[in-house]
């Protein structure tokens, strides 16, 4: 494996594991007041295109890492909608 | 350009863009309160290196995503340093 791939799997894993901090301090403070509903929308759309995008490709590093991310993610998403939404 | 390339475009811009709403409501409300410092500090150096990926492989569309992602996501996260830490 050469050092741009490894480059490659190190921001992989920094984008993803980066909304684990999120959904931790969202199940903590259930404040999501500051949080774009807009952006979480967005995003996570675009993930979940990046995971059957990773399907098409067989890409195991794209469809490991969108996968984890829109777990994540869609968590934060889902809280924000029970907040501002549903609540 | 075949339909998987498409999609992939899509959740580029997707995952891109959706920053820009962050931004801009954080530029309207200040409020950065809910928002998880450890997130954006992981989720700009992830996008860093995706950069700096980018240009090793000479992938123009990684480099023009995660270029627009580190300035929004780079706002978001200055706004929140000056928030939490300065003030």
Known sequence: M???????????CLT???FVPQALMTIRTKDTKSISLSMYLLFVLGVALWL???????????????ALTLLFSGFVLFIK???DVIN
Do not use: H, P, Q, W
Not at 2 to 12: F, P, Y
Not at 52 to 66: E, H, P, Q, S
């Open 81 to 83: 909608i029970k907040n």
């Open 52 to 66: 059957v995008y990773g399907v098409y490709k067989a890409d195991t590093a794209i469809i490991f890492a969108n």
């Open 16 to 18: 993803t594991i980066s």
């Open 2 to 12: 050469d050092a741009v791939t490894i480059l490659g799997l190190i921001a992989a």
